[in-house]
């Protein structure tokens, strides 16, 4: 079964693909959910992408799953949000799980590997106009950030933590009786800044322990994004 929301608003497949010409590394937000049955091969398919350092792949855990039997452990409202933004930006009604976002642009619905390796291929040559970076000094991160050309509207830096993968035994739904290894589950996606890309960036964030940080500068909407790095 795939999930459907109405949004109420006006075969094997290698992933080892060619480095990125631009320092940034393709973002892929996986939408995802415990009590979807359709949704395990997408979890594995995560786990496969978190290899590979020309890629960041984000797993953000909706919620509107949970009322069929299993309340999903990750689960936030705020990335149900986030995935209704994507669908009224695109011009469409209605969210799934599974759904992969690839840059804020490209969206695949289901398990379709294929497909997805052909959008990380294509994005990993666009250029961008943007160099971000991220440098770690004990628990304290600096995001750097320069460009080319000034934007017309200002992009939203945001700030996304996450933990690398957990193992979690589903008691009821349509997963249940299944333990599911999930990877790169995201805790917080945060926006802490605009910029109009005029002036260098640079600002500093805590990341206590060590923690893996993603930085992301995108345009709104939510839109496209021009840059991303990340510390593991």
């Given at each position: 079964m795939r999930a459907v929301l109405t949004v109420l608003l006006a075969g094997c497949v290698s992933f080892a693909g060619p480095a990125r010409s631009d320092p940034s590394p393709v973002v892929v937000e996986l939408f995802t959910s415990q009590g979807c049955s359709s949704?395990?091969?997408?979890?594995?398919l995560m786990a496969e992408l978190a290899q590979r350092d020309d890629v960041i792949a984000l797993?953000?855990?909706?919620?509107?799953?949970?009322?069929?039997?299993?309340?999903?452990?990750?689960?936030?409202?705020?990335?149900?949000r986030r995935q209704k933004a994507y669908a009224h930006a695109a011009g469409k009604r209605s969210i799934y799980t599974p759904q992969m976002v690839v840059e804020?642009?490209?969206?695949?619905?289901?398990?379709?590997?294929?497909?997805?390796?052909?959008?990380?291929?294509?994005h990993a040559v666009t250029e961008?106009?943007?160099?971000?970076?991220?440098?770690?000094?004990?628990?304290?991160?600096?995001?750097?950030?320069v460009s080319t050309q000034a934007f017309g509207e200002d992009a939203v830096l945001q700030i996304v933590r996450y933990q690398p993968e957990q193992l979690v035994d589903i008691e009821r739904?349509?997963?249940?009786?299944?333990?599911?290894?999930?990877?790169?589950?995201?805790?917080?996606?945060?926006?802490?800044?605009?910029w109009?890309?005029?002036?260098?960036?640079?600002?500093?964030?805590?990341?206590?322990?060590?923690?893996?940080?993603?930085?992301?500068?995108?345009?709104?909407?939510?839109g496209e994004i021009l840059a991303a790095a990340r510390l593991r």
């Open positions: 949704c395990p091969p997408a979890d594995a797993a953000l855990h909706v919620d509107y799953w949970d009322y069929i039997g299993w309340k999903d452990v990750f689960a936030d409202p705020a990335f149900t804020g642009e490209d969206h695949v619905v289901g398990y379709r590997p294929m497909d997805l390796a052909h959008l990380i291929e294509a961008s106009p943007v160099t971000l970076s991220l440098s770690r000094q004990g628990d304290t991160v600096t995001v750097s950030a739904g349509e997963n249940a009786g299944k333990s599911l290894l999930y990877t790169n589950i995201v805790d917080a996606w945060t926006p802490v800044a605009r109009n890309g005029a002036d260098p960036l640079s600002m500093s964030i805590e990341a206590a322990g060590g923690e893996p940080v993603v930085a992301i500068l995108q345009r709104p909407g939510p």
